[in-house]
C-alpha cells in the first residue's frame, strides 16, 4: 500500500504540473490523497480530492492550522471539511509559524510539529461546479452542461464599510434546540447581516463558529473576504446538532479564532456574536469573563427567548446579562422568533458597527494616547539624551499604535518647546517608534511649566478622539518656572501626568507635577543608566489607571 500511496502523491504533483492551476478558482483542480500544500503553486486554490483518503496513512501536522507539508485531503478530513467520498476544498496559504498541535478528528490523527516555513488552513468551497470522483485525473470529472441564459445585468458589489472597521465572530447555535428548518432561517438571516455589513477590506471581516456540544470553527476572517462570498459560505454550512454549550463556543472563539495567524488585524474592535436559541446548556460566566478580559466585544442575540414556564429548566437565568460585554443593553438584542426578521438586520448591523460603544475592545494597550514631555536642556548631554529615548520607545512599544488605537506624540524642552510630532503625525507602530528614537537633541535651559502648558496647548487640546490621555515628563533639574500650576492645569484637562526624574530633579518637582496617587506616579534615578528599570513600571501603572478610569 506504501507503494500505491508513493505513486498516488506523484500523479497528485504531476497532475498540479500539467494543468493550468488556479486559473478559475471555481474550477477545482484533482489532486491526490497524498499531495501536500507546500506542492501547490499558488497561495490560494480549489482542488479536488478523491474519495476514500480515510483508507490511507495521511501525514497531517497541526490543527485548524496546519504545515504545508501536510496532505491537504487528510487535514481537510481532519477539519471536517470533506467526508469518505471526498469533494472540493479551498486552500489558503499561511505564513510559517511555531508550535503546531496535535488533535484527533473525524478519524484522523495529526501530528505536532515545533516549527514550519509555510502553513495553510482549508475550508469549503462555496461552489461546488465538479462532481466528486475518486480519480486523479481531470479528465474523470465534468461539469454539467447547463442551459444557455440570457445575460442579466447585475448591480455593481457593495463598497467595504469603512466605518465598521472590526473583526467578527457569528456563533450560530447548531443545536438540537433550534432543529434544522430554523438552523436554515438563521443562516438566511446571518447572510442578509453579511451583506448589511457590507463585508469586505477594509471593512469588516466576518468568520463563522457554530455551536454545538462541540464548538466548529467554519471560515476565519479572512477566508471570505466580500459579502457575496461570505453568504455563499454561510448557505454551505451543515447543521450539527447537540447541547447548546455556548460558553464553551466562546472560550473556543476566544482561544483559537481570534488569532493573527487567521487574519485578526492588529488595532481592529474584536466582536463575538452570539446566536442563542432558547438558552445555554453550560456556564457562560467563565468564557465572558475571559473574552473581556482578551478586549473582546460580545454581543447576545437572544430569540425565542425561554417562557416563564421553561424557566425552571434554565439553568442561569441571568446568562444575557454575565455574557455580554457590559450589562447596559446595548450589548444585547432579542427577537421573538426566526420568521419575519428583515426588521431586525438594520438595527443589529448599526449596533455591531457603532465602534464608539465597544466598552471592551478599549484597553489600555490600544485606547490611550501618550504626550511624551523630554528634557531638552544641555546638563542632559547627547549621550543621556539616547538613554532617554531608549526608555521611552520601551514603553511605547507595549502599545497597539495605528490610526484606530493607541498614538504618541512628543514634545523637546529647553527654555524653549519644540513639537517633534504630534499624536496624528505618525500612525504606524513603526513609523511612530522609528520617530521617536531619532528625535535630535537640542541643548539649552529648563523651562519645564512652560512645556507642559505648551503640551496641554498644542499635543492634546486639538482635537485627538476619545482615547485617555497621559503625560511621561523626564527631567534631570531644576526648572526655572513654576511646576505646580501648569501640572494641575493638566490634570483638569484630564491628563493623567507621570514624572520621571534624573540626577539633580528635585523630588519636590516631581510630586508636584504628578498625579495621584503620588507614590505610583514619580520615579527617579540617580543615574541615566537607571531609567531602563521603569519602563515595566510605567506600562502597568497606565494599565492600571486606564481600568480605573474605565
Known sequence: MSMWFAALHVLGILSLSCCTFGSELNVPTPISCGTRAVDLPDARQLVLCPANCTLWTLSVFGSGVYASISS????AIHRGIINLSGGPVEVHGLQGRTNYLSSYAHGV???SLSQWSSSFTVARTISLPLEVSSQTSSSATVAAKKPIKKPVKKAPPANPNRDCPVDMALLLDGSYNIGQRRFNLQKNFVSKLAVMLKVGTPGPHVGVVQTSESPRTEFYLTNYTTAKDV??????IPYIGGNTNTGKAILHTVRNFFNPDFGVRRGYPRVIVVFVDGWPTDNVEEAAVLARESGINVFFVSVAKPSPEEFSLVSDQD?????????NEFFTFTMPSWFST???VKPLAHKLCSIDQMLCSKTCYNSVNLG???DGSSSVGDGNFRLVLDLLVSIARSFDISDIGSRIGAIQFTYDQRMEFNFNDHLTKDNALRALQ???YMSGGTATGDAINFAVRSLFKPRTGSNRKFLIIITDGQSYDDVRVPAMAAQREGITVYAVGVAWAPMEDLKAMASEPKESHVFFTREFTGLAQFQQPIVRGICRDFTEFN
Open 109 to 111: 490523527q495529526s501530528q
Open 372 to 374: 511624551f514631555l523630554i
Open 72 to 75: 491537504i485531503c487528510g487535514a
Open 438 to 440: 531619532n528625535i535630535p
Open 319 to 327: 446568562f444575557m446579562r454575565k455574557a455580554v460585554c457590559k450589562d
Open 231 to 236: 453568504t455563499f459560505a454561510i448557505k454551505e
Open 342 to 344: 428583515n426588521k431586525f
